[in-house]
């Protein structure tokens, strides 16, 4: 099937639903700028084995280690800004068709872009929590002191400043996922967009959704575990393909 009629096909399913959950992943962040995790020869983890460096064990271990691997990556999160597939979903969310954006990104870039009910399952970087006393900061200095000095960040009692992520080997936040997992039932149209759909549970989503008899759409260049389940797989780049779609829909 040639792309248009995949873009025509997507639209189709849209405006036939009724109550529409969108889950994404790093793809719909790199054309922002930011890589992903998992793409062969870009993806940060080629460069790095996630145990050593984003586990809560190592990062316990070793907070130099982990701060010294994600300085890089920094600036681009702190300096990425929405591309046209955030403002599809946002847009699609002001339309009243889309009840949620359930999201594995940590770079706040659904919010930006103007998405109001988003589920972050793995965290986001608008807060640092110290370690030694648990007090919430405001992460927007600590990061921009860390830019530039590379040091890591401590508060004034001395513990090391953690950005209110999830890493490997720590639990999803209760209440994001038992919300993300309540939307998910109640869709009766789930759109996985820019997710290799390898990381659990939010990669049992999808076939949540289906065994709840919702149809799936997945847009991602990666291939999936459920494309042979999926209602439709379009593998194309998000930033052109979901804003073509939106744009039907709303004629």
């Known amino acids: ?10 639209a189709d399913l849209i405006t036939q639903a009724k109550n529409i959950v969108a889950m994404t992943g790093a793809g719909i962040s790199t054309p922002s700028g930011i890589p992903d995790f998992r793409s062969p020869y870009s993806g940060l983890w080629d460069q790095a084995d996630p145990l050593d ?29 929405p591309n046209p597939a955030h403002y599809a979903l946002a847009a699609l969310e002001q339309e009243g068709r889309l009840k949620a954006v359930i999201t594995q990104n940590i770079d706040d870039l659904h919010g930006k872009a103007g998405s109001k009910t988003v ?86 989503l999808p076939e949540l959704a289906l065994a ?18 999926a209602d439709l797989v379009i593998h194309a780049d998000v930033a052109e393909v979901l804003p073509r779609i939106v744009d039907l829909v709303r004629v």
């Open 119 to 204: 589920y972050e399952l793995h965290g986001h970087l608008r807060e640092v929590t110290c370690t030694q006393c648990y007090e919430a900061l405001d992460s927007a200095e600590v990061f921009a002191k860390f830019v530039k000095d590379g040091q890591v960040p401590r508060h004034r009692c001395g513990g090391v400043l953690k950005p209110n992520v999830i890493l490997f080997g720590e639990q999803l936040p209760v209440r994001e996922f038992v919300l993300a997992q309540l939307a998910t039932k109640e869709a009766d149209l789930m759109l996985v967009v820019g997710s290799s759909l390898e990381v659990a549970p939010a990669s049992d």
């Open 53 to 81: 460096v984003a586990s809560i064990f190592a990062f316990r271990h070793s907070p130099q280690h982990f701060y010294d691997w994600v300085h890089p990556l920094s600036s681009l999160l702190l300096e990425a800004k």
């Open 212 to 229: 709840n008899g919702a149809k799936l759409i997945i847009i991602s260049y990666q291939p999936t575990y459920l494309d042979q389940q």
């Open 1 to 10: 099937m040639r792309l248009d009629q995949q873009i025509r096909q997507a």
